[in-house]
Each structure stands twice: as structure tokens, then as C-alpha cells.
């Protein structure tokens, strides 16, 4: 099973490498963005299935749900997409490598999260155990080279090689979000805004970049709310350097606009609406000139 996918408005029949990353040359149209989708994918490979507890319905609702597919354009527009597919149960690529804590890695020699959902999550979002039992060391470390490392690898070498090649990259990371903050979120039960662009203070990308993510889903009728409850996470805040011509934007779409929350299911009409939304806005972000 392939880990990650990397394509982009390149040659997609050229083969796929061996740590499941598409890399081809780019065509005549190519932006310098890319899109990562992180958290879709709901697939708990069998080599750490006997190490998680979580039940099939906290994988749905813990997912990005469906985030891959709205953005599966972003190719033949002209940007690149990255998508991981194993779930984040199996490794949170949306965090550091060091983040976790004692409970979940029982023999690590630093942790430093102080939480149950780092880079391995040991709950769910509403407080069911995901792990059957503490990770060792040994287990993470290999959970990391597998699924972990070459995410990021794959990443950082776009980013890179967009940054060569038109001066600047922008990234802009994929995710959706429950309607209602959870019982272990810190907006627990309240209704949250249609989209949440993070950028950490507006400090990880170009203010024209920022404004017009903002201005894009606003003038589409959207409740828009800056960094509340999502700042952008190891991603946006790792790669998001604009003095060094790396602009990162998280992006967080509100589950109610295109999926039933109690089946999973999406709502084919809302789905459209959305992701015809979403491939207009990677136009806008390809073409915006951040040089």
C-alpha cells in the first residue's frame, strides 16, 4: 500500500517511488503552491492494526473527511497536492516528531507533549482510547520512518523546488472540522465558523495572501473566522517562514457544508458547491505574486 501520493500538474504516468511519493517533471503550467491533505484517510495499515483500540466510527469522525476529494482538482489546475493515506491514528503528520507524552510513549527519553493527541494520539476527540497499550520507543521510532519521515521529506522538496523555480512557494494545508467544538475541545459545544484560516497571528504567510483566502470565502456568502479555534498547526507553523519566500495557510472548512456528521456521508450537491469553491481559490492562490 502506498503511504502518501504526491502529484501535481506533472506527467502522472511516470512511476511512483518506493516511499509512495509521486515525483515528476513539472509541465509548461505549473504553480508554486501546494496542497497537503494530511488527516483524510480513514486506512489503519495491518502492521500497527493490533495496536489500536479506536472503533471504525471515531476513525470517520476524527478524519478530514473527504478533504483529498475536494481538493483532487488542485493537479490539473496547475498546483501540486499531497495527501497522506493512512489515518492519523496511525501517526499525526500535523505535529512534531518529539510531541508526545510519557502515557503514550511509556520509554521515551524526551517527550515534550503534555497532551494525548501529538504525533501518536492515545484518545479521541471524545475521550475513547485509541491505543491498546503505551507505544515503546522502538514501535514509534519505526511508526515515524514509515509513515512520518517521507511525508515531510516529500513536502519540504516541494516547497523547495517551488521556491527555486518561481522565487516563492505557498502551501496551503487541508483540513475540515467538526461543526461544534467536542467535549476535549476548547470550544466544546460551540458552534464554530464555515471556514477557519490559521496562520498563527497572521505571522506564517503574506498579508495578500492571508486576505485573500479571507475576501474569497467571504464574498461566497461563508462565515469566515481568523485563527479561532485553529491557529495552524506543526505544518503551518514549521514551513510558514514568508522573510525566506515560504507562505503557509491552514485551512479549516466547517464538516456541516458538504457531509452528514452523524453518517459520514457526503451531500453530493453541497459537495460540488464547496469544491468548485476550493478550485477557484487554488487558481487565485497560483497566481497571486508574492515575489
Request: contains cysteine; charged residues 25%; neutral net charge.
Amino acid at each position: 500500500m502506498l503511504n502518501i501520493c504526491l502529484v501535481s500538474s506533472f506527467d502522472l504516468q511516470l512511476p511512483t517511488h518506493a516511499n509512495g511519493t509521486a515525483r515528476n517533471q513539472p509541465s509548461a503550467r505549473s504553480f508554486p503552491l501546494l496542497v497537503e491533505v494530511p488527516h483524510a484517510s480513514v486506512v489503519v495499515p495491518e502492521i500497527v492494526k493490533t495496536e489500536l483500540a479506536a472503533p471504525s466510527d471515531a476513525l470517520f469522525r476524527d478524519a478530514d473527511i473527504y478533504v483529498d476529494e475536494l481538493y483532487a482538482n488542485a493537479p490539473s489546475l496547475g498546483a501540486a497536492l499531497l495527501c497522506s493515506r493512512v489515518s492519523r491514528y496511525v501517526v499525526d503528520l500535523n505535529r512534531a516528531q518529539d510531541d508526545v507524552d510519557s502515557a503514550t510513549v511509556s520509554d521515551h527519553p524526551a517527550p515534550v507533549g503534555a497532551q494525548p493527541r501529538g504525533v501518536v494520539w492515545r484518545a479521541t476527540t471524545d475521550g475513547r482510547p485509541v491505543l491498546t497499550r503505551p507505544l515503546t520507543f522502538e514501535a514509534l521510532r519505526k511508526r515515524l520512518a514509515r509513515f512520518y519521515v517521507p511525508y515531510h521529506e516529500a513536502l519540504r522538496q516541494t516547497l523547495e523546488d517551488m521556491r527555486a523555480r518561481h522565487g516563492y512557494a505557498i502551501l496551503l494545508a487541508g483540513h475540515s472540522m467538526p461543526s461544534r467544538g467536542r467535549s476535549l475541545h476548547i470550544d466544546a459545544g460551540e458552534r464554530r465558523a464555515d471556514i477557519v484560516p490559521g496562520t498563527q497571528g497572521r505571522t506564517t504567510a503574506d498579508p495578500r495572501a492571508i486576505e485573500l483566502v479571507e475576501q474569497h470565502f467571504k464574498a461566497a456568502g461563508l462565515t469566515v473566522r481568523h485563527d479561532d479555534p485553529y491557529k495552524g498547526g506543526f505544518a503551518t507553523t514549521f514551513y510558514g517562514r514568508p522573510h525566506a519566500g515560504f507562505h503557509a495557510i491552514q485551512i479549516e472548512i466547517n464538516r456541516a457544508l458538504y457531509v452528514d456528521e452523524d453518517t459520514f456521508e457526503r451531500r453530493p450537491k453541497d459537495f460540488a458547491k464547496l469544491q468548485e469553491l476550493l478550485d477557484s481559490l487554488v487558481g487565485k492562490l497560483g497566481q497571486l505574486d508574492l515575489r
